[in-house]
Nanobody, 127 residues
């Protein structure tokens, strides 16, 4: 029903910037909360940022001020694919993780869970 493919990860030095992308296709994309999560090795997956259907963004305290979630709405036609972005500035070693995008159920508010996940893109921050 919904397919998600992340890209844009890589190895960067501390202080660097990355922009992650999530190509989303399927039904009702614009009626779903769009999220980024991350999971470091040996840790639980943690929420990073959300973008709701009204365009309102929210961020985890751990990344607030360094991260921007956005989406490409240039083809704002029902059910056309969307690209979700996550730009991370001033990357630090603690940002090393697999980053996942996730979409919520149709018409659910953000914070009510994720129904669809991508396979992730790896970010490694080291000097």
């Amino acid at each position: 029903q919904v397919q998600l493919v992340e890209s844009g990860g890589g190895s960067v030095s501390p202080g660097g910037t990355l922009r992650l992308s999530c190509a989303a296709s399927g039904y009702g994309l614009r009626r779903r909360c769009m999220n980024w999560f991350r999971q470091a090795a040996g840790k639980q997956r943690e929420w990073v940022a959300s973008l709701d259907t009204s365009g309102i963004t929210t961020y985890a305290d751990s990344v607030k001020g360094r991260v921007t979630i956005s989406r490409d709405n240039s083809k704002n036609v029902l059910n056309t694919p969307i690209v979700l972005y996550l730009e991370i500035n001033n990357l630090q070693p603690e940002d090393t993780a697999m980053y996942y995008c996730g979409l919520g159920a149709l018409d659910n508010r953000c914070g009510m869970g994720v129904d669809f996940w991508g396979k992730g893109t790896q970010v490694v921050v080291s000097s």
